[in-house]
């Protein structure tokens, strides 16, 4: 169904900049070079980060509230400052991004209808987490 693919091609797109303008603010933020980023339509991640400091998000999330998505961003980048989610991660976090919590519930409660949309629907039911 090409129209299908041409939507979700303009999607993932548009995610690929919104996420980078969120991810360099939000590096600058913490004093962080932008890292490179990707996106990907993985089934079991929002987002994560390479131990070289490479940032991957999950284009889905240009269809969550602009929050979420941005949220993610500083999720990703405060891995940068530190690869765990110890306290000092989660304080960072929330120091950059003070709508952590409220993204977190979203996604707990509507993160997985995310997946309804696009060419790669998942019939599934394990929820993807962040990284
Ligand atoms: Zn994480």
Same mark, same amino acid.
């Not at 889905?60 to 969550?64: C, Q, S």
């Not at 993160?111 to 629907?121: E, F, M, N, S, V």
């Given at each position: 169904m090409h129209i299908e693919r041409r939507v979700q091609d303009w999607l993932k797109a548009q995610a690929r900049i919104e996420l980078l303008a969120a991810v360099a603010r939000y590096a600058e933020m913490i004093g962080k070079p932008t890292p490179p980023i990707s996106m990907k339509d993985t089934t079991t991640r929002w987002g994560s980060c390479s131990s070289s400091g490479a940032l991957s998000f999950s284009w889905?999330?240009?269809? /969550?509230p602009n929050e979420v998505l941005t949220y993610l961003a500083a999720h990703e980048v405060c891995h940068l400052a530190?690869?765990?989610?110890?306290a000092r991660f989660w304080k960072l976090c929330r120091s950059i991004c003070p709508e952590t919590d409220s993204a977190e519930n979203w996604l707990k409660a509507h993160?997985?209808?995310?997946?309804?949309?696009? /060419?790669?629907?998942r019939g599934g039911s394990a929820k993807p987490a962040i990284f």
């Open positions: 889905r999330l240009i269809l /969550a530190h690869m765990n989610h110890s993160g997985l209808d995310l997946y309804r949309y696009g /060419a790669k629907g």
